[in-house]
């Protein structure tokens, strides 16, 4: 039964990515076949099967991005993340992946895109080479004169031989905005790209509002209505097919077909996206308006790894465990917000981030708050906050937390709301067991957060309720020095790097054995697993979760997404 219940959870994420990919599917077969209608006859004489080629990812691009804003609407998301929680965790948790699901939309967005902008390159070199062929015995030909003089009905929109691709490209309605919206897509997946996002943050936030650019661009790109068809009326007294071998007498005196009249298909796409872009607006409103709120820096902390902890107060906020904020410093930069989990409880008068000093943006709110000798005076805005997979933690018997580097901060809020929890002798706290995990690759990483754990470790001995917490800390690598020095210390009562009870441990956890033991301890109960920390341990720690939830025992894993 437990592992039906974990593998109903993957199946959920399964069928949802698969009906994403149907829709997509079908809306690809369907507009591919729409445009083998009797209607496009003459296009496709003049343009092939490079027709359905160019509008089936049309339509699957119109799809597509109406879906791309919604999973970055932080607002809306929290509101069904709450709506929905008291009905299905499996569907809540499924809203926790949102970047992904954003992710692989953009990957989409870019398929098509590349099979759309292939497809018109043949179709425009067609349009040219039956514009320039002068053969007036050559039904591409005369396809191409037909709408010349009044220009109201023509099929072939390049309506002159004195001209090329390149020159098409910049001076239509459809060319123009296919070009700038090509290179927004490029500026945005490129510098999306992990390694940029990491080391270059500012590059990343600035080009992703290029987004703007872009639907500006796609909303527009329809109305030079280049893809034609025969019209309706037209059709009635003029059968392709049968008219198609009579192009010679088309019009002339005793023909039975007359010249095939044609229209430009309607602007379609502000209709798929024009719902989610007012979605959008009304989030970035929502934010603008929040952001606006006064917020007291009531203390700053510059802890010993190079990281700084800001306590402050705004009128009205609530938090819950293991949400974050966004939060911009309009004294670096008026336009950048990042993301920062909370380290408070929502038992504290005021709420708190940790902020490792490690890129320029950080490096100047350093600066900004005094470095070393740090001040209050600092003017910061708050968005937030915003739920995450943590705020479940409390819904689970047993939890496992797992948090690498500085990926601990949304433990530290949990951890302390536990603590106030059993001070305050809740009775309403399900949980009774926490197991808890830190990775971190050297020893500096510890220091601020080993206080929290000293702090823990005391009052829950005075307490005694030792057993509740239990810690692992792990230290993945070591300088030869470092370990001299812990060789020799080995023995002393408390840890010599953090100052614990709990001696570190070096290495990596051997993830299977810990999980088998944390089964036996729980028969019969759902453990919740959380991680905040890389992708590679989210894979190990999913597949440990699925090998040990047996025996009645439901491993289920959450990880946090920014």
Same mark, same amino acid.
């Given at each position: 039964?437990?592992?039906?219940?974990?593998?109903?959870?993957?199946?959920?994420?399964?069928?949802?990515?698969?009906?994403?990919?149907?829709?997509?599917?079908?809306?690809?077969?369907?507009?591919?076949?729409?445009?083998?209608?009797?209607?496009?006859?003459?296009?496709?004489?003049?343009?092939?099967?490079?027709?359905?080629?160019?509008?089936?990812?049309?339509?699957?691009?119109?799809?597509?991005?109406?879906?791309?804003?919604?999973?970055?609407?932080?607002?809306?998301?929290?509101?069904?993340?709450?709506?929905?929680?008291?009905?299905? +965790?499996?569907?809540?948790? $499924? &809203? /926790?992946? @949102?970047?992904?699901?954003?992710?692989? *939309?953009?990957?989409? %967005?870019?398929?098509?895109?590349?099979?759309?902008?292939?497809?018109?390159?043949?179709?425009?070199? +067609?349009?040219?080479?039956? $514009? &320039? /062929?002068? @053969?007036?015995?050559?039904?591409?030909? *005369?396809?191409?004169? %037909?709408?010349?003089?009044?220009?109201?009905?023509?099929?072939?929109?390049?309506?002159?031989?004195?001209?090329?691709?390149?020159?098409?490209?910049?001076?239509?309605?459809?060319?123009?905005?296919? *070009?700038?919206?090509?290179?927004?897509?490029?500026?945005?997946?490129?510098?999306?790209?992990?390694?940029?996002?990491?080391?270059?943050?500012?590059?990343?936030?600035?080009?992703?509002?290029?987004?703007?650019?872009?639907?500006?661009?796609?909303?527009?790109?329809?109305?030079?209505?280049?893809?034609?068809?025969?019209?309706?009326?037209?059709?009635?007294?003029?059968?392709?097919?049968?008219?198609?071998?009579?192009?010679?007498?088309?019009?002339?005196?005793?023909?039975?077909?007359?010249?095939?009249?044609?229209?430009?298909?309607?602007?379609?796409?502000?209709?798929?996206?024009?719902?989610?872009?007012?979605?959008?607006?009304?989030?970035?409103?929502?934010?603008?308006?929040?952001?606006?709120?006064?917020?007291?820096?009531?203390?700053?902390?510059?802890?010993?790894?190079?990281?700084?902890?800001?306590?402050?107060?705004?009128?009205?906020?609530?938090?819950?465990?293991?949400?974050?904020?966004?939060?911009?410093?309009?004294?670096?930069?008026?336009?950048?917000?990042?993301?920062?989990?909370?380290?408070?409880?929502?038992?504290?008068?005021?709420?708190?981030?940790?902020?490792?000093?490690?890129?320029?943006?950080?490096?100047?709110?350093?600066?900004?708050?005094?470095?070393?000798?740090?001040?209050?005076?600092?003017?910061?805005?708050?968005?937030?906050?915003?739920?995450?997979?943590?705020?479940?933690?409390?819904?689970?018997?047993?939890?496992?937390?797992?948090?690498?580097?500085?990926?601990?901060?949304?433990?530290?809020?949990?951890?302390?709301?536990?603590?106030?929890?059993?001070?305050?002798?809740?009775?309403?706290?399900?949980?009774?067991?926490?197991?808890?995990?830190?990775?971190?690759?050297?020893?500096?990483?510890?220091?601020?957060?080993?206080?929290?754990?000293?702090?823990?470790?005391?009052?829950?001995?005075?307490?005694?309720?030792?057993?509740?917490?239990?810690?692992?800390?792990?230290?993945?690598?070591?300088?030869?020095?470092?370990?001299?020095?812990?060789?020799?210390?080995?023995?002393?009562?408390?840890?010599?790097?953090?100052?614990?009870?709990?001696?570190?441990?070096?290495?990596?956890?051997?993830?299977?054995?810990?999980?088998?033991?944390?089964?036996?301890?729980?028969?019969?109960?759902?453990?919740?697993?959380?991680?905040?920390?890389?992708?590679?341990?989210?894979?190990?720690?999913?597949?440990?979760?699925?090998?040990?939830?047996?025996?009645?025992?439901?491993?289920?894993?959450?990880?946090?997404?920014?």
């Amino acid at each position: 039964a437990s592992a039906y219940h974990v593998s109903f959870t993957y199946l959920c994420l399964f069928v949802s990515q698969l009906v994403w990919l149907g829709i997509n599917a079908f809306l690809f077969v369907h507009f591919y076949i729409v445009f083998l209608d009797e209607r496009f006859y003459y296009t496709r004489v003049l343009l092939g099967h490079a027709l359905s080629w160019a509008r089936a990812p049309a339509a699957c691009l119109n799809f597509n991005c109406m879906l791309i804003l919604l999973p970055v609407c932080r607002n809306l998301l929290s509101f069904l993340r709450g709506t929905i929680q008291c009905c299905s +965790r499996t569907a809540a948790r $499924q &809203l /926790d992946r @949102n970047i992904t699901f954003h992710k692989l *939309v953009a990957y989409m %967005i870019a398929l098509h895109t590349a099979i759309h902008i292939i497809a018109h390159l043949f179709n425009f070199e +067609r349009f040219m080479n039956a $514009q &320039l /062929d002068g @053969n007036a015995s050559d039904i591409n030909y *005369v396809l191409s004169q %037909i709408g010349n003089g009044d220009n109201r009905s023509f099929l072939n929109p390049i309506r002159t031989n004195d001209t090329n691709q390149t020159i098409v490209m910049f001076t239509t309605i459809a060319g123009l905005t296919g *070009v700038v919206i090509t290179l927004a897509l490029i500026l945005i997946i490129t510098s999306s790209m992990e390694v940029i996002r990491r080391s270059y943050f500012e590059v990343f936030w600035f080009t992703h509002h290029l987004f703007v650019v872009f639907f500006i661009g796609l909303v527009l790109h329809g109305v030079g209505r280049i893809v034609r068809g025969q019209t309706v009326t037209s059709l009635e007294n003029h059968k392709p097919n049968e008219c198609e071998k009579y192009f010679e007498q088309w019009g002339k005196n005793g023909s039975h077909c007359q010249y095939p009249e044609f229209a430009g298909n309607p602007p379609m796409t502000w209709k798929w996206v024009v719902a989610p872009m007012f979605l959008y607006l009304c989030e970035r409103l929502i934010r603008f308006i929040r952001s606006q709120q006064k917020v007291v820096i009531t203390k700053v902390v510059m802890h010993p790894s190079k990281t700084l902890e800001l306590q402050m107060k705004k009128k009205g906020f609530k938090m819950e465990v293991g949400q974050y904020v966004f939060m911009q410093c309009p004294s670096i930069s008026q336009l950048e917000w990042h993301p920062f989990t909370l380290t408070s409880a929502p038992e504290e008068d005021h709420f708190s981030v940790h902020i490792r000093i490690v890129g320029d943006w950080t490096e100047r709110l350093y600066k900004a708050c005094g470095g070393d000798k740090p001040n209050v005076l600092l003017r910061m805005a708050v968005d937030g906050p915003f739920g995450t997979a943590s705020e479940d933690v409390f819904r689970y018997e047993a939890v496992v937390l797992v948090g690498a580097g500085i990926g601990v901060t949304p433990f530290a809020s949990i951890l302390k709301s536990v603590w106030y929890k059993h001070v305050q002798e809740n009775a309403d706290i399900f949980t009774k067991k926490i197991y808890f995990y830190w990775l971190c690759p050297e020893t500096q990483a510890f220091e601020w957060f080993a206080d929290l754990l000293q702090s823990l470790e005391g009052q829950m001995g005075e307490k005694d309720m030792s057993d509740f917490l239990s810690y692992n800390i792990y230290l993945t690598r070591w300088k030869d020095k470092e370990a001299a020095h812990l060789r020799v210390h080995h023995e002393a009562e408390n840890d010599p790097i953090t100052g614990l009870k709990q001696k570190t441990l070096y290495g990596k956890p051997n993830w299977d054995t810990e999980f088998s033991t944390i089964a036996a301890k729980h028969p019969g109960s759902k453990v919740g697993v959380f991680l905040c920390g890389p992708p590679v341990l989210g894979e190990q720690l999913a597949k440990q979760c699925i090998a040990h939830s047996e025996s009645g025992v439901k491993f289920i894993f959450n990880k946090e997404n920014f």
